[in-house]
Each structure stands twice: as structure tokens, then as C-alpha cells.
């Protein structure tokens, strides 16, 4: 089967640091676009982040320059470093497959495949 599994998720005061992982099995996401959306109750789901096949990454305005995607193809795993987090970074973050090799977007019609989510929340 097909899944990409989130986890890293937690609770962080505001300032604070939390890394996300995304794993894939039953396929080798070597060649795949891999994004972070999030959604939060009664927002619409955003992008975050996007990393390509050669590990070149966008961030959404909002993320840039506190949130840091990486890739190690050998452990077939995405990371997504979260700094600086802010109260309005909480919601569930999800991790997506696309269906090229460098990153165009986030177009959710374009994202097949997706993990169950893992919760963050920023409070004090």
C-alpha cells in the first residue's frame, strides 16, 4: 500500500522549536514533490512548504524564514523544521505527494496521496 505517515506534532510555547517528519512506504519518494499543508478549525487548508525531487524548497510568505524543509531519500523521509512558532501556527499539518519532481504550487487538486495529519500547538 500506498501512505505517507506525519509525526513530530505536539504542544510548544510560543518562541519554542518542533520538527515534523513525513514517511512514505510503498513507494520511494526520491522522484515526488513533497508538501506540508495545514489547517486550522474553520480556515481553509494552506500551503507551508514544498520540497522538490532535488531538495529545493518554497515556503508560503508566512513561514518564510522560521520553517526549513529537508529530505533524506536513504530513510525515504521528509522533515519540516518549525522555529520561531507562533500561536497562529497551530493547526494540523499534513504531508502530501505530488505529481512532478520540482514544486509549482499548492494546488490541492494536484496532491494525491496524503498522511492522517499530526496536531501542533502553540500556547503559553
Known amino acids: 500500500q500506498l501512505q505517507l505517515v506525519e509525526s513530530g506534532g505536539g504542544l510548544v510555547q510560543p518562541g519554542g522549536s518542533l520538527r515534523l517528519s513525513c514517511a512514505a512506504s510503498?513507494?520511494?519518494?526520491?522522484?515526488?514533490?513533497i508538501a506540508w499543508f495545514r489547517q486550522a478549525p474553520g480556515k481553509e487548508r494552506e500551503g507551508v512548504s514544498c520540497?522538490?525531487?532535488?531538495?529545493?524548497?518554497i515556503y508560503a510568505d508566512s513561514v518564510k524564514g522560521r520553517f526549513t524543509g529537508s529530505r533524506d531519500n536513504a530513510k525515504n523521509t521528509v522533515w519540516l523544521q518549525m522555529n520561531s512558532l507562533k500561536p497562529e501556527d497551530t493547526a494540523v499539518y499534513y504531508c502530501?505527494?505530488?505529481?512532478?519532481?520540482?514544486?509549482?504550487?499548492?494546488?490541492?487538486?494536484?496532491?494525491?496521496?496524503w498522511g492522517q495529519g499530526t496536531q501542533v500547538t502553540v500556547s503559553s
Open positions: 520540497i522538490s525531487s532535488g531538495g529545493s524548497s
Open positions: 510503498g513507494f520511494t519518494l526520491d522522484y515526488y514533490v
Open positions: 502530501a505527494r505530488g505529481r512532478f519532481a520540482s514544486c509549482s504550487g499548492y494546488d490541492v487538486n494536484a496532491y494525491f496521496y
